[in-house]
């Protein structure tokens, strides 16, 4: 897939997750064969800038090309200020918000409820699109509720408005994360537009991620929830996609030195304080099909020390059945 001069190869992207695709995470899938990671929502705030938090969601060195920053908000002039800053520190694609659900960002009018105003998202994409020399791209959702799904027009006015691609995850705001992803409105916006179409929602495995093609005839799949704890889902759908080879999941072993080797990243990126407490939801996921991975989990999260982390997890992935873990 080709977004402005980027080929997206292969067309597999990590779904921008608030507090989850951090510079970590986003290197790690690259590196687990995600051709696509993009950067956890940036407000577009001027004023919050300069915390922590956002330093640290604008900081891409050594991420490989092409860097994609998602930016959230609902002013025109503002987000075009916002896409303009971002470019200068270093977002070769810029990504609108208009997909999350969270009731914070809805109740500021901005995420999925700007769904509810045709006249604004025109605006907002006009405005963005003017500002930056680089592709925009916008991630959306069905609509607002089942009663008011108005994908389709929303991708004409994105391609009326210049957006290289264009992401739809399959439910509405009102669904929340409930339920299955419907594919069918995809499909509806794929035959109504030219610009690329990715389709998002509920891509578990390399299977579904055939079947969402098939469906939905979109041109890349992105990737969220299923990639929590299982980096090694791209490589898996692009190695079914490319000859129909399933791989295996990797051994315990394998999972303790990806695991191990992604907190590790947290500890250097946040300091050892805040990585040991980043790295829990993380452990989590990596534990969550593992056999004793509740006890497992009770006992790493009252790790304080990155020391202690790792090798709880390295005895765990050792003998992973026996849950002989301990935190002293």
């Known amino acids: 897939m080709q977004i402005g001069p980027y080929r997206i190869d292969p067309p597999l992207i990590l779904a921008p997750m608030a507090g989850v695709t951090d510079k ?11 051709g696509l ?5 940036t407000h577009s705030d001027p004023h919050l800038w300069g915390s922590v938090k956002s330093l640290h969601r604008m900081d891409h ?4 090309e092409p860097v994609s920053v998602q930016i959230a908000g609902s002013d025109p002039r503002v987000l075009a200020e916002a896409a303009r ?6 977002a070769q694609i810029i990504d609108i918000n208009m997909g999350c659900p969270a009731r914070k960002v809805c109740n500021a009018w901005a995420g999925s409820a700007l769904l509810q105003d045709e006249a604004l998202v025109a605006r907002i994409l006009t405005a963005v699109v003017a500002a930056v020399a680089v592709p925009v791209t916008l991630k959306i959702r069905t609509g607002w509720n089942r009663e008011n799904i108005n994908a389709v027009r929303i991708a004409r006015i994105a391609e009326d408005a210049g957006i290289a691609a264009l992401a739809v ?3 509405t705001r009102a669904d929340k994360y409930d339920g299955a992803a ?9 035959a109504s537009v030219r610009i690329p179409l990715i389709a998002n929602g509920d891509i578990d495995g390399p299977y579904k991620a055939r079947a969402v093609l098939d469906t939905t005839g979109a041109d890349a ?28 999941t990797p051994a315990p072993d ?22 040991v407490r980043i790295a829990r939801k993380h452990l989590g996921w990596y534990a969550r099909d593992q056999p004793a991975n509740a006890a497992f989990r009770h006992v790493v999260n009252a790790a304080t020390d990155a020391a202690t982390q790792l090798r709880l997890i390295t005895d765990y992935f050792a003998r992973p059945g026996e849950c002989s873990v301990r935190a002293a």
């Open 254 to 275: 394998a999972i303790s030195a990806i695991l191990c080797g992604h907190l590790e990243s947290l500890y250097a990126f946040y300091g050892e304080d805040a990585g």
């Open 85 to 90: 800053h971002n470019v200068d520190h270093g």
């Open 182 to 190: 419907e594919y069918a409105t995809m499909a509806a916006v794929k």
């Open 37 to 41: 990671a993009v950067s956890e929502m």
């Open 24 to 34: 970590p995470f986003r290197l790690l899938c690259k590196r687990m064969g995600a």
């Open 221 to 248: 799949l992105m990737i969220g929830r299923g990639a929590q704890g299982r980096p090694w889902i791209f490589r898996q759908i692009a190695r079914f996609l490319d000859d129909g080879t399933l791989l295996p």
């Open 169 to 171: 995850h399959g439910r």
């Open 61 to 64: 060195a050594g991420e490989s």
